[in-house]
């Protein structure tokens, strides 16, 4: 039973549109990620939400954006796509340990995303 | 900026040998160290944790944390050729950033058979 999932697996469009990659866990977590790994294999955070808060990190263009239906789910929709946005985009969720900081994150298996 | 360094390498084992992953971070106030292992076109997978200063060990790994040098290693015993990959050491930000991972380059290792 996946732990957290992500849709689509592979996501290939054009210039200018609009797509959404759809995130899933099942762990019970309150706390879901998105992060970016670009072509040289950085992992770079883009957002930190729970139901109170959102948390963005100040490089991500505003053409980015979480949406949270319920807590089980952080979906992300792109706005204006351009080519830089090819990179593999990965979920992650984890929930606060005793001592607030101690998170252990899973991972989904990643949208790849190729931008034409 | 909070930083985690890590060389690319690769680095290259036989098989049966100890490897030693090291990783460097910039935030003397950090709290909670990661190793995760990421093979070529799969997701990151959480491997080990540590939160105190010295060694934990899980298996054929072992985590070393030294607060004071600011320093975190993996030790992979018996190295298989199945533990070749990319291996990421992760740091925890603190609240300011929801907790996320500050993620280094990662270190490509090859087990030899």
């Known amino acids: 039973d996946t732990a957290v999932s992500q849709t689509p697996k592979y996501l290939v469009t054009q210039m200018g549109n609009d797509k959404s990659i759809k995130c899933e866990q099942n762990l019970g977590h309150d706390t879901m990620y998105w992060y970016k790994q670009d072509s040289k294999k950085f992992l770079k955070i883009m957002f930190s939400y729970n139901n109170k808060e959102l948390i963005i990190n100040e490089t991500v263009p505003n053409r980015f954006s979480p949406k949270s239906p319920d807590k089980a789910h952080l979906n992300l929709h792109i706005n204006s796509l351009e080519l830089g946005d090819s990179a593999v985009y990965f979920c992650?969720?984890?929930?606060?340990?005793?001592?607030?900081?101690?998170?252990?994150?899973?991972f989904g298996p990643g949208t790849r995303l190729l931008v034409l | 900026q909070k930083e985690v360094e890590q060389n690319s390498g690769p680095l290259s084992v036989p098989e049966g040998a100890i490897a030693s992953l090291n990783c460097t971070y910039s935030?003397?106030?950090?709290?909670?160290f990661f190793w995760y292992r990421q093979y070529s076109g799969k997701s990151p997978e959480l491997i080990m944790f540590i939160y105190s200063n010295g060694d934990k060990e899980d298996g054929r790994f072992t985590a070393q944390l030294n607060k004071a040098s600011q320093y975190v290693s993996l030790l992979i015993r018996d190295s298989q050729p199945s533990d070749s990959a990319t291996y990421l050491c992760a740091v925890n930000g603190d609240s300011n950033s929801g907790y996320a991972l500050n993620f280094g380059k990662g270190t490509s290792l090859l087990v030899t058979p």
């Open positions: 992650a969720s984890s929930t606060p340990g005793l001592a607030g900081g101690r998170l252990s994150q899973y």
């Open positions: 935030d003397r106030g950090s709290q909670s």
